[in-house]
């Protein structure tokens, strides 16, 4: 069945980077549009950033503009998040779903959730 693991999670400086990374298995990785969702201590699931199933088009909220890259490697079957210039207000459990193929702003798979921790 459709498994998405993600890696790279961990604990970063702020001004520092990281970069996450969701192995998908399992279906036409091609054929859906993927997103990164977190949820930081205490609050609900924040929208990040969402890519095409063709790579044609990405979006992302407005906290993370123009820091945050979102991509996606075919061959790899692979979903990444290069994150720059971090935040503290950028810790959360960073997600990784599979975006359904009717309305772009739900999701019926999920990552198992990678901590990231922005702190001095």
């Known amino acids: 069945e459709v498994q998405l693991v993600e890696s790279g999670g961990g604990l970063v400086q702020p001004g520092g980077s990281l970069r996450l990374s969701c192995a998908a298995s399992e279906f036409t990785f091609s054929a859906y549009a993927m997103s990164w969702v977190r949820q930081a201590p205490g609050k609900g699931l924040e929208w990040v950033s969402t890519i095409s199933n063709g790579a044609t088009s990405t979006s992302y909220a407005d906290s993370v503009k123009g820091r945050f890259t979102i991509s996606r490697d075919y061959a790899k079957n692979t979903l990444s998040l290069q994150m720059n210039s971090l935040k503290p207000e950028d810790t959360a459990v960073y997600y990784c779903?599979?975006?359904?193929?009717?309305?772009?702003?739900?999701?019926?798979?999920w990552g198992q959730g990678t901590q990231v921790t922005v702190s001095s």
């Open positions: 779903a599979r975006n359904t193929l009717t309305w772009g702003g739900t999701y019926d798979y």
